[in-house]
């Protein structure tokens, strides 16, 4: 039976219902709207203006309706007396297929088709720091190697602690909290579930992360390079495909990685689409600062420069730490939740539909001997480029439409044209050297720092 809202409301004491939904650029959009009007709202939704938000719309066109998803609802545990509830945009009766959540929704029934699910767990890395940006916000946390630092983490005890809270009771399976491989850096493990759910708890964490941040006076980052000396902001992608009787299609114990054929075809589809993913999976100007970065003060990026897998090496695009799934180490801080998961199964169906072989596991250390590897396809140097591979993608065209891929691509230049037109405001946060790629822009910091 459809669940009611409004008797959520009675039974929970809820007073306000958050309706939201992202837009193109991941920016979450709401309106508060009194549990009295949820019943109406459930049925009819919210009305949006998609023309004020990272929309391909026009100021001319009609409302949009944020219908929400009664089965996202989440009851926010700081602050109980309000429900966050995710919605599907619709448009003269129609879903809007140009909107993030309405394309994860397309791929998924696609790929049900086949009898197949998505279930994924993701890994949000994120510095905490000062609230006008400038630095970290522990101006102790200094280690040239600072990962899993005890006195570094117990330091921002009550506030991971206060968000760990929260997912526990929210049901998520917490299980892990750690200082990251940057100063200032931390990251938070919950489990893994259905690619919608993961999205939409992905959405909320950061969310999340933000407001229980700025309540001990600080602030979150999830940008991909907030800091050019240090490890960027990554956002691991574990996957796994199963069928409606709850196999994991992708294992396979015979295996040498423990993966079946299908695992290794899915793989193939992402690695054969990764040039074009790269413009949703990393779609700032800031990420590109991150793939391809030169070493950090830690020793090491953590973020790929080729299209490669192997298997428990962190220094490859694809990792395989365990049989019957595969960790995809491309995305970062900034990309879409949902554009996240929908262009996995995209690009994955496809593996699927042609077979693709992903070649052998590579087994070397990439951040120092990737000039032994012969033929490893590069990951693209900037916003423009992989714009470019988007538009050339005939299999992401294909699986959402070629509108659907030019409104981005559309919404994308624009942003890319007001950096361009910004640039000699260029300030870093250290000191510029002669190459701009050496720097974090102003620019960058106002825009991204809050992605
Ligand atoms: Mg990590």
């Given at each position: 039976m459809a669940i009611n809202l409004a008797e959520i409301a009675k039974k929970k004491k809820i007073?306000?219902?958050?309706i939201s939904y992202v837009d193109f650029f991941g920016v979450l959009r709401s309106k508060l709207v009194p549990a009295q009007s949820i019943k109406e709202m459930q049925k009819e939704g919210a009305g949006f203006?998609?023309?004020?938000?990272?929309?391909?719309?026009?100021?001319?066109d009609p409302d949009m309706a944020a219908i929400p998803?009664?089965?996202s609802f989440i009851q926010l545990?700081?602050?109980?007396?309000v429900g966050w509830l995710a919605a599907d945009l619709w448009m003269d009766g129609k879903?809007?297929?140009?909107s993030p959540r309405i394309m994860l929704r397309n791929q998924i029934n696609k790929l049900a088709k086949k009898n197949m699910h998505l279930k994924s767990g993701v890994e949000c890395e994120y510095f905490l720091i000062s609230p006008n940006g400038d630095?970290?916000?522990?101006?102790?946390?200094?280690?040239?190697?600072?990962?899993?630092?005890q006195s570094a983490l117990m330091r921002q005890y009550d506030l991971i602690r206060g968000i760990c809270d929260s997912m526990i009771m929210l049901g998520w399976g917490p299980y892990q909290n750690d200082h990251e491989d940057a100063n200032g850096q931390f990251e938070m493990n919950w489990d893994f579930a259905d690619c919608l759910q993961t999205a939409d708890r992905h959405v909320f964490f950061k969310f999340m992360v933000r407001t229980l941040a700025e309540k001990v006076g600080l602030r979150a980052t999830f940008m991909?390079?907030?800091?050019?000396?240090k490890t960027g902001n990554g956002c691991h992608a574990h996957l796994s495909i199963w069928n409606k009787k709850g196999?994991?299609?992708?294992?396979?114990?015979?295996d040498k990685l423990g993966l079946s054929k299908t695992a290794y075809h899915f793989m193939g589809g992402i690695m054969n689409s990764a040039e074009a993913l790269t413009a949703w999976f990393?779609?700032?100007?800031?990420?590109y600062k991150r793939i391809n970065a030169p070493v950090t003060d830690s020793g090491?990026?953590?973020?790929?420069?080729?299209?490669t897998y192997s298997g428990n090496?962190?220094?490859?695009?694809?990792?395989?730490?365990?049989?019957?799934r595969f960790e995809l180490?491309?995305?970062?801080?900034?990309?879409?939740p949902y554009l996240l998961q929908a262009g996995m199964i995209a690009a994955g169906l496809d593996g699927l539909d042609k077979k693709s072989n992903p070649g052998n596991p590579v087994n070397v250390n990439m951040y120092e001997e990737?000039?032994?590897?012969?033929g490893a396809k590069k990951l693209p140097l900037s916003l423009n480029q992989a714009l470019n591979n988007l538009n050339k993608s005939k299999v992401l065209k294909s699986a959402f439409g070629k509108d659907v891929i030019n409104s981005y691509i559309t919404l994308k230049n624009r942003e890319i044209k007001k950096y361009n037109s910004s640039q000699e405001k260029r300030i870093g946060f250290k000191k510029?050297?002669?190459?701009?790629?050496n720097i974090i822009t102003q620019w960058e910091r106002d825009n991204t720092l809050d992605c």
């Open positions: 007073k306000y219902f958050l203006a998609g023309f004020s938000t990272y929309l391909d719309m026009s100021p001319s998803d009664p089965n545990p700081w602050q109980m007396d879903p809007v297929d140009a630095s970290i916000a522990d101006q102790k946390d200094i280690a040239d190697k600072p990962c899993y630092d991909p390079k907030p800091f050019i000396d196999k994991n299609l992708f294992l396979d114990k015979k990393n779609p700032t100007i800031n990420s090491a990026t953590w973020s790929p420069n080729t299209i090496n962190r220094t490859h695009m694809i990792r395989v730490p365990g049989s019957g180490r491309l995305m970062d801080g900034a990309t879409n990737a000039h032994k590897v012969k510029s050297k002669s190459n701009k790629s």
